[in-house]
């Protein structure tokens, strides 16, 4: 087993000690998050165990065959098409042959009947009980193609949802920049009206601080004086 050679060397000494690992080790394990250990081993759910509270746990034989699902989904392979060692030698392994059964021996003073013993044994021995293996098999094939497809098209869900609210949250700050750019404009407007003001006011102090000429004295006021 040569996946997470780095994490197994760095805790040899506590691996000696410890034949079960949690989701998490498994994950820091491979490399991988432990949310995906979960979706694994969720699929496989017949090969791999849980404890008294419902977690996970796995043996390093168990690392090994999630390993085997990493590389074989990095082939770009899905779940429903992986087999795992045990299934593979479960669909592997031949039917159970009952044995013959053993002739009864026939009285000599019946030999017709011998004949007709003889010639329905063969016929009982050829016939088998059914073997369940191959229907479990497609049974179980069938569900992982289900729950496969169920599981894309929750992801195509979520993907669709996360894109409409992408659009909703652009659409929302397209509308909020259009209400800034009119502010920006009422508040230049504002400024320009501001600034002429200022200059009229500036004006009008200019005017009203300059000297104002003497009056001039009219002549009939002049006459008088004299």
Same mark, same amino acid.
């Given at each position: !087993?040569?996946?997470?050679?780095?994490?197994?060397?760095?805790?040899?000494?506590?691996?000696?000690?410890?034949? !079960?690992?949690?989701?998490?080790?498994?994950?820091?394990?491979?490399?991988?998050?432990?949310?995906?250990?979960?979706?694994?081993? #969720?699929?496989?759910?017949?090969?791999?165990?849980? /404890?008294?509270?419902?977690?996970? *746990?796995?043996?390093?034989?168990?690392?090994?065959?999630?390993?085997?699902?990493?590389?074989?989904?990095?082939?770009?392979?899905?779940?429903?098409?992986?087999?795992? %060692?045990? /299934?593979?030698?479960?669909?592997?392994?031949?039917?159970?042959?009952?044995?013959?059964?053993?002739?009864?021996?026939?009285?000599?003073?019946?030999?017709?009947?011998?004949?007709?013993?003889?010639?329905?044994?063969?016929?009982?021995?050829?016939?088998?009980?059914?073997?369940?293996?191959?229907?479990?098999?497609?049974?179980?094939?069938?569900?992982?193609?289900?729950?496969?497809? *169920? %599981?894309?098209?929750?992801?195509?869900?979520?993907?669709?949802?996360?894109?409409?609210?992408?659009?909703?949250?652009?659409? %929302?700050?397209? %509308?909020? #920049?259009?209400?800034?750019?009119?502010?920006?404009?009422?508040?230049?407007?504002?400024?320009?009206?501001?600034?002429?003001?200022?200059?009229?006011?500036?004006?009008?102090?200019?005017?009203?601080? !300059?000297?104002?000429?003497?009056?001039?004295?009219?002549?009939?006021?002049?006459?008088?004086?004299?």
């Amino acid at each position: !087993m040569d996946f997470g050679s780095e994490y197994f060397l760095q805790n040899d000494s506590s691996r000696r000690l410890k034949t !079960m690992y949690t989701t998490r080790e498994a994950a820091q394990a491979l490399n991988v998050s432990p949310t995906t250990i979960k979706r694994w081993a #969720s699929h496989f759910q017949s090969r791999f165990s849980k /404890d008294d509270q419902g977690h996970y *746990v796995f043996t390093d034989h168990d690392l090994e065959a999630l390993n085997f699902i990493k590389e074989q989904l990095e082939k770009r392979q899905i779940l429903s098409q992986i087999v795992l %060692e045990e /299934d593979q030698s479960l669909a592997a392994t031949p039917s159970a042959v009952s044995p013959s059964p053993a002739l009864s021996p026939v009285p000599p003073s019946a030999p017709a009947a011998s004949t007709a013993v003889q010639a329905s044994e063969p016929q009982s021995a050829a016939i088998h009980p059914p073997n369940p293996a191959p229907q479990l098999n497609d049974a179980l094939r069938e569900l992982t193609r289900r729950l496969t497809r *169920v %599981e894309y098209s929750l992801s195509q869900k979520a993907e669709d949802v996360v894109t409409l609210q992408i659009l909703e949250h652009r659409n %929302e700050i397209d %509308e909020l #920049s259009k209400q800034v750019k009119i502010l920006s404009q009422s508040l230049e407007g504002m400024q320009r009206s501001l600034t002429s003001l200022l200059h009229q006011a500036e004006v009008a102090a200019s005017i009203a601080s !300059m000297p104002k000429p003497p009056k001039r004295k009219s002549m009939l006021a002049s006459l008088f004086q004299l």
